[in-house]
């Protein structure tokens, strides 16, 4: 069931990989009203790192074009982050998020998802070949009280 959101903010650019530490550095700016440890906030920085990455290389590899990334802060301290592109999709997901399996070469490590899902509470893949995929990952941050 998806929460609601309390807070949101949404970012699209192109697949270029300058772009990349951009949406790592716009997803922790966002996460940060919610006053993560720091910890929790370089687990967020990781995860939206590789998904970021994903699209750029796997969903466009002989082209640019479009990456999405939507940032929520819902009720309940969860932040719910989701990468989306319009690229070539992901033929077969449960192959996809198993560790070491990569479409994109021998330079590729094949462990994208698996760093995801090690940093978030959870994450979901949608995807339909041809018309790109949608990667969301959500994390609860531990309640810290606000210095006023």
């Not at 949404?10 to 949406?23: D, G, I």
């Not at 006053?35 to 929790?40: A, D, K, M």
């Not at 998802?113 to 941050?141: L, N, Y």
């Amino acid at each position: 069931m998806r929460k609601t959101a309390v807070n949101e903010a949404k970012l699209e650019f192109p697949s270029r990989s300058e772009n990349e530490s951009f949406a790592r550095s716009a997803a922790a700016q966002f996460a940060a009203q919610m006053n993560p440890t720091i910890s929790e906030l370089e687990d967020v920085k990781t995860a939206v790192s590789e998904a970021v990455t994903n699209a750029i290389i796997h969903a466009y590899p002989d082209t640019i074009g479009a990456v999405c990334l939507k940032l929520r802060v819902c009720q309940d301290n969860v932040l719910e982050v989701t990468v989306r592109d319009r690229g070539r999709g992901i033929a077969d997901i449960a192959q996809a998020r198993q560790p070491m399996f990569t479409t994109g070469g021998e330079e590729r490590s094949g462990m994208g998802f698996t760093i995801m899902e090690s940093f978030m509470d959870a994450v979901t893949v949608r995807s339909k070949p041809g018309r790109g995929a949608a990667v969301t990952m959500t994390k609860r941050f531990s309640s810290r009280r606000r210095e006023k």
